[in-house]
T-cell receptor
């Protein structure tokens, strides 16, 4: 079967760093996507990894290990507006999302 | 402005009625998708279409139907056979299916059936 696992909830404080992990077992693989979704809104694209290693994009970085079926999203210098759900996906399959709460 | 539109944003129906949710894109994308989102469930794939006049079932297709008569349109019908239709429905599109192309999402339709 196909399965994508990520933690349900995480909390952090403003200015901190948080790492959201994702493990996947899928029948096909065309890359690992991360999306951000604020409550009641549509998901928006954050990052894409198809090769092993780290991709950095401003405050956000994403890592992939294909041999381990593992990815993480790293958020630095957290801001209140980063409070959202973060979805890991091997399209068109999504994980259940990790709800991140950032407090001051 | 290119994008995906879904209307209406909120939709209310009585149990036993069929309802059709619209999804239109002007991105010239070949692939389109319908997802359902329930609290704590993430996005679950209902149907997807890789090209006009062709579509495939996703993980939870029972009680739903779709059509793809035009490239830019992919309406979803929630039939009375769907046991728990109340949910947030998201439509998405991508240049083509697979091959590492990201999906772009519409704003969603929140359907409430009572």
């Amino acid at each position: 079967g196909q399965n994508i696992d990520q933690p349900t909830e995480m909390t952090a404080t403003e200015g901190a760093i948080v790492q959201i992990n994702c493990t996947y077992q899928t029948s096909g693989f065309n890359g690992l996507f991360w999306y951000q979704q604020h409550a009641g809104e549509a998901p928006t694209f954050l990052s894409y990894n198809v090769l092993d290693g780290l991709e950095e994009k401003g405050r956000f970085s994403s890592f992939l290990s294909r041999s381990k079926g593992y990815s993480y999203l790293l958020l630095k210098e957290l801001q209140m507006k980063d409070s959202a759900s973060y979805l890991c996906a091997v399209l068109p399959i999504f994980g259940k999302g990790t709800t991140l709460s950032v407090s001051s | 402005d290119g994008g995906i539109t879904q209307s209406p944003k909120y939709l209310f129906r009585k149990e036993g009625q069929n309802v059709t949710l619209s999804c239109e894109q002007n991105l010239n994308h070949d692939a389109m998708y319908w997802y359902r989102q329930d609290p704590g469930q993430g996005l679950r794939l209902i149907y997807y279409s890789q090209i006009v006049n062709d579509f495939q079932k996703g993980d939870i297709a029972e009680g739903y139907s779709v059509s793809r008569e035009k490239k830019e349109s992919f309406p979803l019908t929630v039939t009375s056979a769907q046991k728990n239709p109340t949910a947030f429905y998201l439509c998405a599109s991508s240049i083509v299916a697979g091959e590492g192309y990201e999906q772009y999402f519409g704003p969603g339709t929140r359907l409430t059936v009572t």
